[in-house]
């Protein structure tokens, strides 16, 4: 399984983000869905721009039709 991976510095509960390349077919639910428009596609799978902006409303989560988008507080 190949993940790009992120984590929170600060922030109470520490967030972590993290997508799996393989399940991830660049459908860009997850960037629609996410109302602080902290996603992105990076060449054709999901990435975060900026975790620390991140508000836990496991959005991203849900919007994947592949599962793909693991959040911590999720």
Known sequence: MTTRSY???GL???ITWTVDLDR???SGECVQACPMRILI???G???CVDIEM???CC????ACPNHA???STC
């Open 12 to 14: 109470d509960p520490d």
């Open 54 to 56: 991140c508000i836990s």
């Open 24 to 26: 991830c077919t660049g």
């Open 41 to 43: 596609l990076d060449e």
């Open 59 to 62: 959005a991203c989560v849900n």
């Open 7 to 9: 984590t929170s510095n």
């Open 69 to 71: 988008i693991v959040h």
């Open 45 to 47: 799978k999901a990435d």
